[in-house]
């Protein structure tokens, strides 16, 4: 069974920066997308952003231009710069890599909170 684990998240002023890192515990055949989600408290989990095989990216509206995902092939790693925060930023962000055969992981979600 593969695991992701994701690290860091954390405490963060408004305006300030953060990088999400999240690793597979082995190698995963066949990825198509990896991405970043996030669920703040009462709300749905959103996409953040995703990155697939070749290289194409898509963010969510709300943080263009602020958030940038990055993957490694080689070490099966995806992340997320997060720049310029704000306090509704704030949320547990999730790591979801899809691969081949219906192959769906998610990581067990680290904080972040950007405090005004």
């Known amino acids: 069974q593969v695991q992701l684990v994701e690290s860091g998240g954390g405490l963060v002023q408004a305006g300030g920066s953060l990088r999400l890192s999240c690793a597979a515990s082995?190698?995963?055949?066949?990825?198509?997308?990896m991405g970043w989600y996030r669920q703040a408290p009462g709300k749905t989990r959103e996409l953040v952003a995703a990155?697939?095989?070749?290289?194409?990216?898509s963010y969510a509206d709300s943080v263009l231009g602020r958030f940038t995902i990055s993957r490694d092939n080689a070490r099966n790693m995806v992340y997320l710069q997060m720049n310029s925060l704000k306090p509704e930023d704030t949320a547990v962000y999730y790591c979801n890599i899809r691969a081949i055969l219906n192959q769906n992981y998610w990581g067990q979600g680290t904080q972040v909170t950007v405090s005004s």
């Open positions: 082995r190698n995963i055949f066949g990825i198509n997308v």
């Open positions: 990155i697939t095989n070749n290289g194409g990216t």
